[in-house]
């Protein structure tokens, strides 16, 4: 649990449309009091350093656990 940054329920979070997540500060999303994710704001960093970091974070934790949505889904999706 983050001191720093605000907490948000998955249900608020998903009542936001996009203009209102690109406005939105970096928060982390929870269900049912457990953690799920944590949503950063990267519109303040405009040398991509965030970015960056974070996929490479991904990268790292995708080749531990979790699986793709098409697995999860049991079908192939569009992107």
């Known amino acids: 649990m983050a001191t720093l940054i605000p907490q948000m329920t998955i249900t608020d979070f998903r009542k936001l449309k996009v203009t209102e997540l690109k406005r939105l500060k970096s928060c982390e999303i929870y269900s ?3 953690y799920l994710f ?22 790292v934790a995708n080749g ?16």
């Open 32 to 34: 049912d009091g457990e």
């Open 38 to 59: 944590t949503f950063v704001n990267g519109g303040v960093d405009a040398s991509g350093f965030l970015r960056l970091q974070t996929e490479y974070k991904c990268q």
């Open 64 to 79: 531990v656990a979790g699986e793709s949505l098409e697995q999860i889904l049991k079908e192939e999706v569009k992107v």
